[in-house]
């Protein structure tokens, strides 16, 4: 429990971090948003009511203190009439797109959850396959067709590879559309005709680590004496990667969740490519036309979700991996205790003595673009 | 097209200047070069898609910053109107009002008669007092942001701070239901084309909430806003309120208009090259990318369907006058023969990027008068500009020319050209917020040169000259970017500007451009031109002589 609320007070300061840096950067930069709202001509007195009416005739550290204040407790701009109302939880006004901030981001983060979990489910499926199917015949054509393929995944632009797909599906075999959104609400097959292309195309670009990593880590696993001892008591091959592969389970778990958080967030150079009103593209657009308030409120919600998603996968892992929630119950114990009675036992049974199957952390990664 | 930073607002269709490309995108295209890229007349009906890289539409008159013959055009009719041609200078023409309206002797009060019978959308008659409301809000602080030249004549505008608090502004009478009278602080013979931005659009009393009105706002014009959905797509549908007799410059064509919003302009201009199917009632409201101009230019399949504006926007090289290094007039003259125009052009894609500019006033615009003060061969005159420098005593020159990112390319061209002089230069790009912080607004230390663009608002020198060049229009987020402070030149721009005769005032403003030149404040390089392109089902796309964008309101589709 303590731990728990350790680990909940120190994604608190993560997130408080990440607004007052955001802030501070875009407060320190040489851009003046009042300009955007001050008409042409634009007087300088018309310059200063803006700014004024904005908010951002205040030193820095009071703008990020009313920020702060108003997602709990609301604000509003101007008065009268024609006030602007934020309602608590306020993440600041759009003065350009004339809306909430946080009303833009509850538009954009359904198609980012859209493009999210669709792209998740295809990356991993196609990762963790094609990487455990190369691991059974490392060094045969299969694999190295496999492992060629993830590095030109790995290493290829996503802007590249998203103009490509659109050559190819969109305008070679008119078969899908070039770009657009149509919401799940409005038409089912539409919906999925316009998505199909941008998750694969994240399935193939973000694939290619889970592919890599699964692919070393199951013919780490495939030499270990577990699985020797496995084999010499006649296990099928087919049981046997079974074992394998639940090994990775933990790591995996990790990258999904790392990666989830991130697609959330919006993928910026996707969206733009594909035409999709998403988290990425709302702060892209955001950054071109120094809507500060709404790059804020963008880069706290990818912030959250990035934190809930790894503390999601933290409270997972002990439901994958025995020998963590054998720890946490007797811990502390000796790792090797730990190791002794975990998994590789359970898996094969009377081998006891194997298995250092130390989870594989995940790897420094190629991501498409998190925003 | 217009300016960089409000997206939105300018983007689509508005107005000035044109800065970044990348902008631009938003909103206006053009057409020109004689351009009529229709292929037939069109008939009415059918869905138009206009595709747009700007993540949201401004549909509020007061905060709008579009041309009148954009997509606000669409929605909101205004006193006057545009009729333009690919081949005549644009006119401006009576729309809510019988004509362009009326001086008084001393050209300080106008008065404007509506047409009988004419409707919003929700069927509130469209009076004088709507009109007045109209204006009105476009002078509330919360609604800023729009076009703001009434905003500065209007008597007793300085002190008025909108229509929510209850005041009204008594510069404007409105005697009865179809005359409304304007009240200037001076004589301005521009009025009727001022009186054809948006902030002239009628808005009644009762509008709904004036924070959403953007949004959802009452038409007056052939659509009304049915769908609207920021970073995603808008949706306009008939106005069945509107009335196409009292119309002279709306066709009113497509029974449905989309924009499809926050779009990637290479893979919309890919999509049109091709023709595909879903992009066939289509065009794309921003520039065509360069890559996708030059496949275009070269594809036989796209033939009369990529349209290529007129000499437009003047692009041009600004030389702060209060920088210590340029404070020089013969300085600034050496530079304007120093510079490599033809290099600068062959940067910006060639031929079919603009034609050599040598006058402030571009072409299209009445009252100009061609000119050039330093020599006719565009890849400048090394000899002067050295002999120049000599006589100034200006030696080791260096300058720094602070530029936007997508300008770079340009501004090496102009660093090869000075270095032919001997001037160094160093260049320092900035993105679009950043230079126009430190360049439109800042006190001008951060720079010596920049490079910019001007599309005016209305198709006046007025307009050409006076936002560039007036000391009043130094900082601020103003574009006076020499820092051009003669006072000389501000009283010239004041006579010509009061001047009510067209003929008169032209005079007076081909003699202001000449004067300006001679203190040397900016090196004009090319009156630009734009390319869009349109698909095989769109009609009547054109662009006239003013503005460089195609107009709106005339497309239909073929059927």
Known sequence: MIRMLGRAARSLAVLVVVVALTYVIFYLGPADPALSLCGRPCAPEDLEAARAFMGFDSPWWSQLGAFIAAIFAGRSYGAGDVAFDCAAPCLGYSFQLHQPVSTLIGERLPVSFAIAVGAIVLQTLIGVAAGAWSARRPRSLGDRAVTGASVVAASAPPFVVGLLAIVLFAFTIELLPTGGYVPLTENFGEWLRHLILPWLVLAFLNGAVYARLVRSSMIEQLGLDYIRTARAAGLSERRIGHYALRNLALPVTALVALDTGALLGGTVITERVFGLPGMGALLLDATATTDLPVIVGTTLVGAVLIVAANLAADLLAPLLDRRLASRRRFSPTSSVAAAASASPASIAPGVASASPTTPVPPPARHQEDPS | ?559
């Open chain 2, 1 to 559: 097209m217009n300016r960089p930073i409000r997206r939105s607002r300018t983007l689509l269709g508005a107005g000035a200047l044109a800065i970044t490309a990348a902008l631009a995108l938003a909103g206006c295209s053009a057409g020109g070069n004689g351009a009529d890229g229709s292929d037939g007349s069109g008939g009415t009906g059918g869905t138009l898609t206009i595709y747009t890289t700007a993540q949201d539409v401004e549909f509020d008159p007061a905060t709008s910053q579009n041309l009148a013959v954009t997509t606000l055009g669409l929605t909101a009719r205004r006193l006057t109107a545009w009729r333009t041609s690919p081949d005549a200078p644009t006119e401006v023409v009576p729309d809510l009002a019988t004509d362009t309206g009326t001086p008084s002797e001393d050209g300080k009060v106008w008065t404007f008669t509506l047409k009988e019978g004419l409707k919003l959308a929700d069927g509130t008659p469209i009076t004088s007092e709507t009109v007045k409301y109209g204006l009105e809000r476009s002078f509330a602080p919360e609604l800023s942001g729009g076009l703001t030249y009434h905003k500065v004549l209007l008597e007793g505008g300085d002190d008025y701070a909108g229509p929510f608090s209850g005041e009204h502004l008594d510069s404007i009478e409105t005697p009865d239901d179809q005359t409304i009278v304007f009240h200037l602080n001076r004589p301005y013979g521009d009025f009727p084309w001022v009186a054809s931005t948006p902030a002239f659009a009628p808005v009644p009393e009762d509008a709904g909430d004036p924070k959403t009105y953007a949004t959802e706002a009452i038409s007056s014009g052939p659509y009304s806003i049915e769908k609207y959905s920021a970073g995603n797509e808008v949706v306009l549908e008939r106005n069945d309120e509107w009335d196409p007799d009292s119309d002279d410059v709306r066709v009113g064509g497509p029974d449905e208009i989309v924009f499809k919003l926050a779009q990637d302009s290479s893979v919309v201009a890919q999509s049109l090259i091709a023709d595909r199917t879903d992009a066939q009632d289509a065009f794309l409201a921003t520039f065509v990318p360069p890559a996708q101009l030059v496949q275009a230019q070269h594809d036989p399949k796209v033939g009369d369907r990529l349209v290529t504006s007129g000499p437009g926007a003047l692009e041009y090289l600004a030389m702060n006058t209060q920088s210590p290094a340029l404070s020089d007039v013969r300085v600034r003259q050496a530079i304007e023969y120093a510079v490599d125009k033809s290099a600068y052009r062959t940067a910006k894609g060639g031929e079919i990027s603009g034609d050599y500019a040598t006058t402030l006033i571009t072409p299209g615009i009445a009252g100009r008068q061609e000119y050039s003060l330093y020599g006719d061969d565009p890849a400048g005159d090394v000899d002067r500009a050295q002999a120049l420098l000599d006589e100034a005593g200006a030696t080791d020159l260096t300058l720094r020319l602070v530029v936007t990112d997508d300008r770079v390319t340009a501004a090496e061209a102009i660093q090869e050209g000075l270095k032919r002089a001997g001037i160094s230069v160093e260049i320092q790009s900035l993105d679009q917020a950043a230079w126009a912080a430190e360049v439109t607004a800042g006190d001008g230390s951060a720079y010596d040169l920049t490079l910019s663009s001007w599309q005016p608002d209305i198709p006046s020198a007025n307009a050409n000259i006076q936002p560039l060049f007036e000391s009043s229009q130094i900082g601020n987020g103003n574009y006076n970017l020499a820092r051009y402070d003669e006072p000389e030149v501000d009283a010239a721009i004041l006579d010509a500007s009061s001047t009510v005769d067209a003929e008169e005032a032209g005079a007076k403003w081909a003699a202001v451009d000449r004067r300006i030149l001679e203190d040397a404040p900016v090196v004009p390089l090319i009156y630009s031109r734009n390319s869009f392109l349109h698909g095989s089902g769109v009609a009547d796309f054109t662009i006239g002589e003013f503005p460089a964008y195609p107009n709106y309101l005339t497309v239909t589709l073929a059927r």
